[in-house]
């Protein structure tokens, strides 16, 4: 039996400039970290050739090419696992719809899973790497690249987007009393919906070429954050959060409304200093930086909403129980 733990994730800033259709042609840039709220993919060797996979529901299957769920299936056949496993998964927050980079890292822990299985050690790269692949050219989801990144490296990190396509997972490298000042400045509100990523996502596909002005201002205020956290001033990103969310709205229709502007209102009368909704938006977690004095102002003034008590994680999809019989 393998055990991964593989972490999710708060995007703060550069969302949008992780689109291969974008970075290639002007570079891109996210600030992002991953949190202490997990997938669990758990993979036993059976008696039998069957396959089973126990996610939302039960699947039980001869072949790879029956398993419904595609990241399975992708991920099997990317490592040339066939038959005789049972794989599962359990997670701290409900996987689907919460803007939390759920669907990579349940990717990136299922190939960490599989490839120990084998009784292989990926790197955090070929783990991102691989996961890309599957998503984006197999896959043809309409997402970026960011994701897969932190959950295999986890960590406070800039992810730079190359033009060559290649990416730098940089560590921020500030104190660990600015960590803690950082992760004891987070506040994350559920605004009460899921939503499918792919329906905004795929509408923001469609309007990188008329958004280029957006995105090109989005990269410089990443930038910026990125300089204003290795200095430790988290007040500022916490404005500059405030600025890219206002960015954000524009590259698409459904990525706010009414209810997700009031609730964001609410908060920032009651003293946050920035936020955004986590993900690509629509619906999920609203993420917001609040200074100590003012978190329980805004808690009452979210009240209607529940809250997601997180701290910052370190490390990326690991395996945290490992026994193989030969």
């Known amino acids: 039996m393998i055990i991964t733990q593989t972490p999710l994730r708060i ?14 042609k002007h570079g891109g840039g996210v600030l992002t970290t991953a949190i202490d709220k997990y997938i669990y993919c758990i993979i036993t060797e059976r008696f039998d ?5 126990n996610w939302s529901k039960k699947e039980i299957v001869d072949d790879v090419s029956q398993i419904e769920h595609e990241l399975v ?28 980079g759920s669907s990579s890292s349940v990717l990136v822990g299922v190939l960490n899973a599989l490839h120990h299985y084998l009784g292989e050690s990926p790197s955090a790269e070929q783990l991102a790497r691989e996961a890309v692949e599957i998503e984006i050219n197999v896959l043809k989801k309409p997402i970026g690249i960011q994701d897969q ?42 605004t009460g919906r899921s939503r499918l ?24 205020i990443t930038e910026i954050g990125h300089k204003a956290m290795l200095s430790g001033n988290i007040e500022k990103l916490g404005e500059l959060l405030d600025k890219y969310w206002q960015l954000k709205k524009n590259m698409a229709d459904n990525i ?16 946050a200093i920035g936020g955004k909704i986590a993900g690509a938006g629509g619906g999920g977690f609203l993420v917001l930086i609040v200074p100590s004095q003012k ?17 910052l994680e370190r490390d990326g999809s690991k395996v945290i129980f490992n026994i193989r019989r030969y």
């Open 149 to 190: 990144y932190i959950a295999a490296y986890g960590g406070l990190r800039f992810l730079g987007f190359n033009r060559d396509g290649t990416v730098t997972a940089s560590k921020v490298a500030i104190s660990n009393g600015r960590l803690e000042d950082l992760s004891s400045s987070l506040m994350l509100f559920h």
């Open 73 to 100: 299936r992708e991920a099997m056949r990317k490592v040339g696992i066939k038959k005789g496993v049972e794989i599962s998964f359990l997670a701290d927050v409900p996987a689907s719809g919460s803007g939390l």
């Open 49 to 53: 050739d069957k396959i089973y996979v």
């Open 11 to 24: 995007s703060f800033l550069g969302g949008n400039t992780d689109f291969p259709q974008f970075f290639k």
């Open 256 to 271: 706010s409304d009414a209810q997700i502007n009031q609730m964001y209102s609410l908060a920032k009368n009651a003293g």
């Open 295 to 311: 978190r329980e102002k805004v808690r009452k003034a979210l009240s209607a909403y529940k809250e997601l008590p997180i701290h």
């Open 197 to 220: 990523a792919q329906t905004v996502l795929t509408k923001v596909q469609n309007n990188l070429k008329q958004k280029t002005e957006v995105l090109l201002q989005t990269k410089k």
